[in-house]
């Protein structure tokens, strides 16, 4: 390559205030090879754009170097405007001189010298690069869903009204997620199920959904357009296809005091249940370590033990003999909307988190409980009816304290991040208890009020202004029982007093945390995530739905604490990002990837341990007669990211990373 442009960027200031851009490419323009160099203001924008293109027809550049910012931002814009002027887009490749240079240094002097040698390096290396071309690959046009919560919901309706097939995996044995156990929801206060309800119906009689609850995704092959998806289906020990939903199973189990997890522990279920009346798809789960037969057998009893559900089931749809059974479904695409979870009560992994919080009571004092118990407590379905009253004796809490970030912005436990929905739902709580509790009093001790949203501080005013809540900037040091009440023992920092109240009931807001396995859920989809277990987007704001793995989307709050609003606009933009994906036949991928050299290869497959997302396959050479020469590795185009791992890794330096070639490499290494 001899006809080299160069176009360094001043990014605005963010370049151009720690960088002397003319230097630069004065100093590039002397390079051999560079036949053009040139500085401008914004090389991004239109008249940079037209520059570039002018300067490629008009000096028969054959080769690019954009002096700019991470090619994260702007390879493609800069790629597609090589392209618009006849130059293979390949043939243009970019120097970071802002967050490798000017952001991270104050010497203009150095950083000056910095950005010129950063600008060798590529120049050097892009000496060596080859026109590439597009690979297309064809697409599967169904997606799978994972997790049946309003986001999971939301993107399988979107994408299955935008004609699409979609496969949702639940893993309970309903959909609804966390907001099926909301009672009225901010920050319009309507009620959770009559907004919710009619949306699970809609999947279940989607013809596009197919719904597969009581499942979970055992693993993962293949890539982008072209996934294949292994689904687990546990045993309910009911046959669907026969079951009708009538209830008398559970009406007719004489095990009826199994705490329920719907009613976070303050109500109670069968062994053989479904978890509300709601519920989508409305067909019980026997609960097998609760199931007295199951329990008879496990113990080895031969005699039949119970089996009441079965009698009494006309449609004999009740299969204590059911083995979990796998599906394999083909995909293009996959959205992860596998919620969160909260500390809370009964989960022995977040108990033991809890514990750190044995100042707070929690576990030991019944009468203090989380913000999804209140929920229970105060919706109309919930183990009450709705009346809000203390677990311990069933009495009208009359003083109840609401504390808020119980695990959130707490380093010293190890959460920092804020839960960003606490306030929010706390100043619920604090209307619905007066609501029910007309001559209650609600405390609330908070650290500093977060209302970020459309409407959300005014809801927080009016929630201060209706239920007469006394909110006290501070932090509780300790709870304790004192006979029928429970002591709170804390510090109000706006007036520097410490304060002691006498509750009836304390209402701890906890933490937001990723569901559990969530990170062999990610794994098994090559999925990163944080050192909290949320997944990682591919970038915060310019690819908030998409993750680093081609085809694999979030939704909700598996990416970070959201509220319903945020769940659900997430899940739309998912989906018209799975939509535009599905609107192609073949799907467009860049050639950055590695291509191992059949003459070399000695077939030792230390690519195909270290690749990190299963890209190489053995491939068997035979000759004219069909007799095998030698199996060697190849790399599946689809798949490969071009992390390069394969690459440096062969011993026999068969493997070459295109835009990555040891050749490359060294010419840029020796130019600096
Ligand atoms: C006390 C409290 C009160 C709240 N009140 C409000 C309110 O008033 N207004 C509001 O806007 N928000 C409120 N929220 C927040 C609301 O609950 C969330 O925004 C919402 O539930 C997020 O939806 P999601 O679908 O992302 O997650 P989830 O509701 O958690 O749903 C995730 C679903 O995925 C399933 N799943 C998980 N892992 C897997 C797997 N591996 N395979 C298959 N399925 C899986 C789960 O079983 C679940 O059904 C409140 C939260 C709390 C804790």
Redesign the pocket.
Known sequence: MSRIGVFICHCGENIGRTVDCARVAQSLGDLPGVVHSVDYKYMCSDPGQVLIKQAIQEKNLDGIVVGACSPHMHEKTFRKAAASAGLNPFLCEMANLREHCSWIHEDRELATEKAIALGRFIVEKIKYNRPLSTIYIPVERRALV????????QAALDIADGGRDVIL????SS????????S????TLDC?QCILTPRMVEVAQHPRIKLLAY???ESVDGYIGNFQVKIRRKARSVDETKCNGCGECQKNCPNKKIPSEFDQGLGTRTAIYVPFPQAVPNIPVIDRASCALFRGRAKGVKKVVCGKCAEVCGRNAVDFDQQDSFVTEKVGAIVV??????YSIGKSQELDILRGYGEYGYGTIPDVI???Q??RLASASGPTGGKILRPSDGKEPKKIVFLQCIGSRDPAKGIEYCSK??C??VA??TMLYHHKVHDGKAVVFYMDIRAGGKGYDEFVRRAIEESHALYLRGRVSRLSRDGDVIRVQGFDTLSGEPVVINADMVVL?TA?RP?P??AA?AQKLSVSYDQHGFLNEAHPKLRPVETNTAGVFL????QS???????VAM?SATASKVLGLFSKELLEREPLIARVDRMTCTGCFHCERVCPYGAVERKTLTDSKGRIIKVIAEVNQGVCQGCGTCQATCPSKSVELDGFTDEQIYAAVNAI
């Open positions: 994972i997790g049946g919560g309003i986001a999971g919901i995996v639940e893993k309970e959909i609804g997620g966390h907001m099926s156990q909301l009225e929801t901010f920050p959770s499942s979970e995704v909307a596998t919620g969160y979870q909260l989380d913000g999804l209140f929920e929905i606490c929010m739902y619920k709580h807001a937001m569901q396995g969530i859920l939704a909700g709050a598996c604490p959201r509220d319903i609003p945020d769940s899940a």
